[in-house]
Every structure is written in C-alpha cells, then in structure tokens.
C-alpha cells in the first residue's frame, strides 16, 4: 500500500482519503508516511488473521466430515439410472426428462444435460483409475488418523 502512496507520490498523484483516521491529502512525508504505514500493517495483519481462523474454521468441519458446497444435482441412483439407460441404447437427451432432482434449490426440477455429462465423465473418470481413488481415499484417511491434513497452520486450534 505504501508502495503505491510513493508510486502516485513519484507522477506528481495526490492521494486523498475520503473517510477514516487519515482523512483529507496524504502527506508523503514524515507523520503521514508512518501513519499510513502504520494502518496498511494492521489492515495487512487482520486480513492474515481472518485468513487464519477461515482455514481453522475449514480443518474444523472437515474433521467432522463436514465439507461445503452445493449438494451434488446427480445422485447415485440418477448416475446408475442413466448408466442402464444408457447401456440399453437411450440418448442422454432422452432420460434427462425423467430424472428429478431429489434435493436443494432446483428440487423437483430436471438436471441440466451438463450436469449428467458431468457426472458420467466423473464415473469414467473413477471407473478409468480406480486404483487412483483408492489411493487417495486411503491417503486422507491417514491423514485425518495423523490429524496433520496439509494446509493445516501450524500451532492452529484443535477444536
């Protein structure tokens, strides 16, 4: 932030706050130049602090199994629905008019027809590689069973 004060300070810019403890024309020299310091290390240390108690809050109700996010739209039952559908020769565009969406804010709509190419790519994807999930699945686990899941800050709280 100082950097920017001295970069509009150096092309002849005036910087002039509208509210708070230095209002009015920035002096780029002596007290104003501390206090300006002075706040952008505090506004610099409280947003790394609600950085800090957000990827606490995250650790938290990740332990808990808790994780955030929309409620997939494609069910496992709608994913095997479409997979035998599918496998009997129907197009996508055909079974999609069938299939309801059980939960959340579209409940008891129709899912896209992105949302189930999604969700068969996925399948794909899991069904291609499935030595790939188990072995990620089995990482997490032990790393939940250590407690030392990455991006965890050191020393954080444990709740």
């Known amino acids: 932030m100082t950097a920017l004060a001295d970069h509009f300070a150096a092309h002849g810019l005036v ?5 708070g403890p230095l209002a009015g024309i920035y002096d780029p020299t002596g007290h104003g130049r501390l206090l300006f310091a002075f706040f952008a290390a505090m506004a610099e240390t409280e ?13 938290s109700a990740a ?14 039952d709608m994913l095997h629905t ?21 939960t959340g804010k579209r409940r ?4 896209s027809l992105s949302s189930i190419y999604r969700a068969l790519a996925e399948q794909e994807k899991r069904q291609a590689y499935p030595e790939a999930v188990e072995q990620a ?10 407690d030392s ?4 800050m050191a020393g954080s709280v444990k709740a």
């Open 137 to 146: 699945h089995a990482d997490f686990a032990a790393l939940q069973a250590a």
């Open 108 to 111: 008891g709509q129709n899912p």
């Open 149 to 152: 899941i990455p991006g965890q």
């Open 47 to 59: 947003r790394e602090n609600i950085r800090e108690s957000t990827l606490e809050g995250l650790d």
């Open 63 to 76: 332990r808990k199994g808790k994780h955030g996010g929309r409620p997939p739209v494609i069910t496992d």
């Open 82 to 102: 479409v997979l035998r559908r599918r496998a009997d020769g129907e197009t996508v565009e055909q079974i999609q008019p069938d299939l309801i969406i059980p």
């Open 15 to 19: 910087l002039e706050m509208l509210a």
